[in-house]
């Protein structure tokens, strides 16, 4: 059954975010070879909608207005009722992002359709689009099929493989005027903490530092290692709760959950709330002192050591490997 299929692109400094494009390859599937639609809302985004013609979108949306400059719940829920009432559309994907999470919950209440979020994977079978999700803190996993009305879904990023880009793929851009009015909150500026560099949630490669770090001074050593492996720093929350880092870097059940091709977990116990953030990673490292750690338990590899001393080894291998690739 072919479906027309809305996704939503998210800008972050001017740059798409690649879940933008994780939920146009999530969105092909549930289309079945119908349209997928992507939609740019923001002030002066419509430079990037070539580039989700050249991701796989058929045609792109693009919604523009001082008010919606920066992200609220009730000017970009405007945007998007404005498209889903003008396109009706029979499936929705947003990212599971803190934008995604925020937005979709409102939008799904508005449209008085279910939502199946934090997806991992789609797929057709026996003429349904099943969706998979993690439960009970990345323990299990359930699927779930949408019966009736609109397929609405948010994909966790880094889960869905985006398609290959082609510059050769055309596609009609449109502009849709929205008055976008009666905001009950109004954004004047934002002040970020967060670390320059790679974002947490779409790193290829994270470096995370537990209590073993010991200190904010402890964490020089992983951030070369990250550097070097062009990926992110992040950390426990006990790490954070004793002072060593930004709450911006947590990772777990209260933090940001990260799905990497490589997680090297430097001085964490591995409590169940920081399992929960980062148990699908595809290739974990554990280096801890203790052997009985329970991250251990769910590392494809572990080492016993002091972190102090096997991190700037690993940093130094690394560098070799890439002065002789």
Avoid: W
Avoid at 73 to 82: I, M, N, P
Avoid at 90 to 105: M, N, Q, R, Y
């Amino acid at each position: 059954m072919a479906r027309k299929v809305l996704t939503l692109a998210e800008v972050r400094d001017g740059s798409l975010r690649n879940v933008s494009f994780e939920a146009i390859a999530a969105a092909k599937t549930i289309a079945e070879g119908g349209e997928v639609v992507s939609v740019l809302v923001g002030d002066q985004v419509q430079a990037h909608a070539n580039e989700l013609i050249y991701r796989g979108a058929d045609r792109v949306v693009v919604i523009e207005h001082p008010n919606l400059k920066f992200y609220t719940s009730d000017g970009y829920s405007q945007a998007l009722k404005a498209v889903i009432d003008k396109e009706q559309p029979e499936g929705i994907v947003f990212g599971h992002t803190a934008l995604g999470k925020d937005l979709s919950p409102k939008l799904a209440i508005k449209l008085d359709a279910g939502l199946v979020s934090d997806v991992v994977a789609v797929e057709e079978a026996g003429g349904n689009i099943v969706f998979t999700r993690p439960i009970y803190s990345g323990k299990a996993f359930e699927k779930k099929i949408v019966t009736s009305g609109i397929i609405f879904a948010t994909v966790r990023p880094n889960n869905i493989a985006p398609l290959e880009r082609d510059e050769s793929r055309t596609g009609s851009v449109e502009a849709l005027a929205v008055e976008i009015k009666d905001l009950r909150a109004i954004v004047k500026e934002v002040v970020r903490k967060t670390a320059e560099g790679v974002d947490l949630t779409e790193a290829k490669v994270i470096v995370a530092g537990g209590r073993g770090v010991k200190s904010a001074e402890g964490f020089k050593p992983l951030k070369e290692l990250a550097e070097v492996l062009g990926g992110a720093v992040g950390a426990s929350r006990g790490a954070c709760d004793a002072g060593y880092c930004d709450y911006s870097l947590q990772i777990g059940q209260t933090g940001k959950v990260v799905t990497p091709d490589l997680y090297i977990a430097c001085g964490i116990s591995g409590a169940i709330q920081h399992l929960a953030g980062m148990s699908n990673s595809k290739v974990i490292v554990a280096i801890n002192k203790d052997p009985e750690a329970n991250i251990f338990k769910v590392a494809d590899y572990g080492i016993v050591g002091d972190l102090f001393e096997v991190v700037p080894l690993l940093t130094e291998e690394f560098k070799k490997l890439k002065v002789h690739s």
